[in-house]
């Protein structure tokens, strides 16, 4: 009776027409105006709702990026393809495109485990073309894909932290549920955990066990080193290095032969 007053109150009319799909349902409107269903009018709108949770779930899932990584510099969070500067025919635009494809496989094959080595000497793009895979990987995934980049030195930093800090969210428990509730992961510096090695170059015992079990954890990662494979091989045990290196043939790019992006600039 209600809804009755009020159609009478605001003019709406019922025609005799039904509606072509909700049969049982007679057409509605204003002198002027097309007339609608009212039932086709309640299921747009239900389907506006449900699509406006399913962009709000997307737009959560695309921000673990920023909400939760942990970079040495907070413009590391600027770099991407487009800003990775290359000419025609040189060895930074062949790894640039390398890169790219890297980035297509992780995006278009989300159920793919492979690891993927960036290596060579320090300041030549290792940290900008890892973090333009995952930005790559972030915005355009359809389901989303949740990514992350966790920088090595940072992250041991934080953890070292929390073990005389009850406060701290940075525990190893915490770090690895992070990892492991990820689609993709860049370990980004991996060897500059300089302040937890034992004496001489390799890596303390706790480090090597906590990469293991983030290795274990998430079998989608994206590491950058200034390591070379004999290095690798000195600073971490066997079972450290063949799971960096899973999955890693075709993936692993060599990045000696760059210049220092730093000094030149992009």
């Not at 492979?114 to 915005?139: C, D, Q, R, W």
Request: proline fraction near 4%.
């Amino acid at each position: 009776m209600k809804e009755v007053k009020v159609a009478s109150a605001l003019n709406i009319k019922t025609y005799p027409d039904t509606c072509p799909i909700h049969t049982s349902c007679h057409l509605m409107g204003i002198d002027g105006k097309e007339p609608i269903c009212p039932k086709c009018e309640q299921e747009k709108i239900e389907q506006e709702k449900i699509a406006k949770i399913e962009r709000f779930k997307e737009d959560n899932i695309r921000a673990v990026l920023r909400r939760k990584s942990l970079v040495d510099d907070k413009d590391t969070f600027k770099c991407s393809f487009e800003n990775y500067n290359t000419q025609n025919g040189t060895i930074e635009a062949s790894i640039k495109q390398k890169a790219r494809t890297i980035a297509g496989e992780y995006y278009l094959h989300p159920e793919k485990k492979f690891n993927s080595v960036l290596y060579g000497t320090p300041g030549t793009g290792k940290t900008h073309l890892s973090m333009a895979i995952l930005k790559a990987v972030n915005e355009n995934s359809k389901p989303p894909q949740k990514c992350l980049f966790l920088n090595a030195e940072t992250l041991f930093s934080k953890i070292k932290c929390s073990f005389n800090n009850p406060s701290s969210w940075w525990t190893v428990d915490n770090v690895l549920d992070l990892v492991k509730s990820v689609d993709l992961l860049v370990l980004d510096d991996l060897g500059t955990e300089s302040s937890m090695r034992q004496q001489g170059d390799e890596a303390s015992n706790f480090v090597q066990e906590t990469l293991k079990e983030i290795l274990d954890k998430q079998r989608r990662v994206i590491i950058t080193t200034n390591l070379g494979s004999d290095q690798l091989n000195r600073v971490y045990n066997p079972k450290v290095v063949s799971r960096i290196l899973r999955g890693s043939a075709g993936h692993v790019i060599n990045f000696n032969d760059v210049k220092d992006k730093r000094v030149l600039g992009f």
